[in-house]
C-alpha cells in the first residue's frame, strides 16, 4: 500500500519561512510526478508546484514562484516543499500528492498540513 506522510506545517509571521517534507512509503516505484498542493475553506484545491521523480524537472503556480521551492530526497523517498517570504494568502491545507504511472492526474495523496501565515 502506498502512503504519503506529509510534516512541517504551523503557524508564522508574514515573510517567514518553513519547510514542510512529504515521507512516502509502499511500491514507490510506480511515481511519475509528486507535487504540493493546498486548499482554504470552501475553495478548490490548487496546484503549488510539482517536481519529476528523477528530479530534473519542476514547476510552479504562479503564485508563489520564486518564493516556494520543490526538492527530492531519493534516498529517504520524501519531497520537501521550501516555502520563504511566505503571505496570509500562502495560509492553507497543504497536500502531497503523486502521480503513479499511467494516471492522468494526481491520485496518490497524503492527509495534509496546517499551514497558517499570520501576525
Known amino acids: 500500500q502506498v502512503q504519503l506522510v506529509e510534516s512541517g506545517g504551523g503557524l508564522v509571521q508574514p515573510g517567514g519561512s518553513l519547510r514542510l517534507s512529504c515521507v512516502a512509503s509502499?511500491?514507490?516505484?510506480?511515481?511519475?510526478?509528486m507535487g504540493w498542493f493546498r486548499q482554504t475553506s470552501g475553495k478548490e484545491r490548487e496546484f503549488v508546484g510539482g517536481?519529476?521523480?528523477?528530479?530534473?524537472?519542476?514547476g510552479y503556480s504562479d503564485s508563489v514562484k520564486g518564493r516556494f521551492t520543490i526538492s527530492k530526497d531519493n534516498a529517504k523517498n520524501t519531497v520537501l516543499l521550501q516555502m520563504n517570504d511566505l503571505k496570509p494568502e500562502d495560509t492553507a491545507v497543504y497536500y502531497c500528492?503523486?502521480?503513479?504511472?499511467?494516471?492522468?492526474?494526481?491520485?496518490?495523496w497524503g492527509q495534509g498540513t496546517q499551514v497558517t501565515v499570520s501576525s
Open positions: 517536481i519529476s521523480t528523477a528530479g530534473d524537472m519542476t
Open positions: 500528492a503523486a502521480r503513479t504511472l499511467g494516471a492522468s492526474r494526481y491520485d496518490i
Open positions: 509502499g511500491r514507490t516505484s510506480s511515481f511519475v510526478y
